[in-house]
């Protein structure tokens, strides 16, 4: 039986994410060498993988060449291999995922998964709308908690979280955080400073499925597949907090007179 587009992203992005945790375990290698090392094979796995199952389809990896020929498609698959290579390489880190999303002409992110192998979790654009998750309460936290980057926090993101009377938490991989979000542990995901479309197309997929907020940090929408894939920026939210927040990064980032 062919696989609708939405199970085949989850069905590869549990595989490898299931082979990245096996080599993970196995390998005697560690840090940057055991990163490079998981974003090799899992990037031959998905590419291997969506030659089979969608031939026809372009596909744009971070760990790919990338092929003007995608700009032409129809159909796009955008993937990470390994979203948070860097806390792949610490044994100790669980805040790194696997991201597959397919990008359609004229409707965006149209199918998406995103797994977290050491939770044992994947999350996907055809079940999480059905699931239990928690965000659905929109009093959810008087103090909201918005994630960050743990190497590249925006220099604006303290007076954001002051002025929703909010805290701050680092984390590492785009996709984590953002499905923290989504399983109701953050009530926010704020970035700026540079990101690529493989870094965001799977977990907005996802967010958006399930009904949260997803735009660029000016409230802009996401735009994927374009000729340069760089996205450097995004807010992932409770919808409740949408306003509040792009209202507060219009303030922090306004340059004073």
């Excluded at 002409?105 to 199918?111: F, K, M, Y």
């Excluded at 928690?134 to 303290?158: C, G, K, Q, T």
């Amino acid at each position: 039986m062919t696989l609708t587009d939405a199970r085949l992203a989850a069905t590869l992005a549990q595989s490898a994410g299931e082979l990245l945790l096996a080599l993970r375990s196995s390998s005697a290698l560690s840090g940057k060498a055991l990163s490079d090392h998981g974003d090799r094979v899992s990037d031959d796995l998905l590419l291997a993988e969506l030659a089979k199952a969608r031939p026809g389809d372009a596909v744009l990896s971070e760990e790919s060449v990338d092929s003007p020929a995608r700009l032409t498609s129809d159909r796009v698959w955008i993937i990470d291999p390994l979203d948070g290579s860097r806390e792949y390489g610490l044994r100790d880190r669980s805040d790194w995922a696997v991201h597959v999303a397919l990008w359609e002409r004229d409707h965006g992110i149209t199918a998406a998964a995103v797994a977290q192998p050491d939770l044992g979790a994947v999350y996907a654009t055809d079940t999480i709308a059905a699931s239990n998750v928690h965000h659905v309460s929109e009093s959810f936290s008087d103090r909201p908690l918005i994630l960050v980057s743990d190497s590249r926090p925006p220099a604006f993101a303290a007076a954001v979280a002051i002025a929703v009377h909010g805290e701050l938490r680092p984390m590492g991989s785009a996709g984590a955080k953002a499905m923290a979000v989504v399983r109701g542990e953050a009530d926010a995901y704020l970035h700026a400073g540079g990101q690529w479309e493989w870094d965001s197309a799977a977990p907005v997929g996802v967010v958006l499925a399930v009904g949260l907020h997803a735009t660029r940090i000016d409230g802009s929408p996401l735009h994927y597949n374009s000729p340069r894939p760089y996205l450097p920026d995004l807010l992932i939210c409770r919808r409740d907090l949408s306003a509040a927040l792009l209202a507060a990064i219009v303030e922090a980032t306004t340059p004073r007179p």
